[in-house]
């Protein structure tokens, strides 16, 4: 504050010949030559205006680069959007097409059955300690009873055993209060598949003379009334044969996902009130 007040007089004087000269120079006009005295004065003027010339031109430099940083910060924010849309698209497109592949698939089961069908799809499951179980959302409004076969485009889920008025419940193959008669494919030899929890069954019931090998298919054999004869149920992963005993053990992976299970067939068949 001191120092303003000391040399005020100096720097306004100074300021106003500083600003009186730029404008002096400014409007010297560019189609005549300077005469003597506006050439001392631009002479003079030159060593200040080259500074302010180069803090102008710095400024202006700055300025373009951020505003250059501002329009690249906001067309990023635009691609990122775009790119983001265009995913959720591709993920939409590729959704739809494996549910049209499914759904083809669950259409050649359907024609390949001779008897009546309904088509649900899985909107819960119970895969608790005690239960292998699924919610589908077809109940006694289309038909749907208890005891009726449930089969997707791969073989055997189950067989319905709850049914509302909108939903039924399908008790799975692999739980161990479920029972189908089967066969294996390639030999006839016969037995009964039962649920073993885990996703994983036994066929039971078949003597140790029968020709029962690793790898061979199991289908329903049509005994009983529920499950129609000749739809696949799984392959045989393990044969055992004790020393003693009359039958042997052995283990079937079921042929349908149970566990990635979207959409199913129910056979309008059987079944009780």
């Known amino acids: 504050?001191?120092?303003?007040?000391?040399?005020?007089?100096p720097l306004l004087a100074g300021g106003c010949i500083l600003a009186a000269l730029l404008f002096f120079s400014l409007n010297v006009p560019?189609?005549?030559?300077?005469?003597v005295i506006e050439r001392t004065a631009l002479g003079a003027l030159s060593p200040l205006l080259q500074p302010v010339y180069r803090i102008s031109g710095f400024v202006e430099d700055i300025r373009d680069r951020y505003l250059l940083l501002v329009d690249t910060h906001n067309e990023n924010l635009f691609l990122r959007a775009d790119i983001r849309a265009l995913n959720l698209r591709l993920l939409e497109a590729n959704e739809a097409l494996l549910a049209n592949k499914r759904l083809e698939q669950l259409l050649d089961m359907k024609k390949s059955v001779k008897e009546p069908t309904v088509a649900a799809s899985v909107i819960g499951e119970d895969v608790t300690?005690?239960?292998?179980?699924?919610?589908?959302?077809?109940?006694?409004?289309?038909g749907i009873r208890?005891?009726?076969?449930?089969?997707?485009?791969?073989?055997v889920v189950g067989q319905t055993v709850k049914v509302s008025p909108t939903t039924s419940r399908v008790l799975l193959l692999t739980d161990h209060a479920s029972g189908i008669s089967a066969t294996i494919q390639r030999s006839r030899a016969r037995g009964v598949v039962k649920g073993k929890g885990e996703m994983n069954c036994t066929l039971e019931f078949t003597t140790r003379g029968e020709d029962v090998k690793i790898g061979d298919t199991v289908i329903t054999s049509g005994i009983g009334g529920v499950f129609l004869k000749g739809i696949?149920?799984?392959e045989v992963t393990m044969v055992k044969r004790?020393?003693?005993?009359?039958?042997?053990?052995?283990s079937i992976r079921p042929a349908v996902n149970l566990s990635h299970l979207e959409e199913?067939?129910?056979?309008?068949?059987?079944?009780?009130?």
């Open 242 to 250: 004790g020393e003693y005993g009359i039958f042997q053990t052995v």
């Open 30 to 35: 560019r189609n005549r030559e300077a005469n």
């Open 146 to 155: 208890e005891g009726m076969a449930v089969i997707s485009a791969e073989g």
């Open 129 to 142: 300690s005690w239960f292998r179980s699924l919610i589908i959302n077809r109940g006694s409004s289309s």
């Open 1 to 9: 504050m001191d120092f303003l007040k000391k040399y005020m007089y």
């Open 232 to 234: 696949p149920i799984g």
């Open 264 to 273: 199913v067939l129910i056979v309008q068949r059987g079944g009780y009130e």
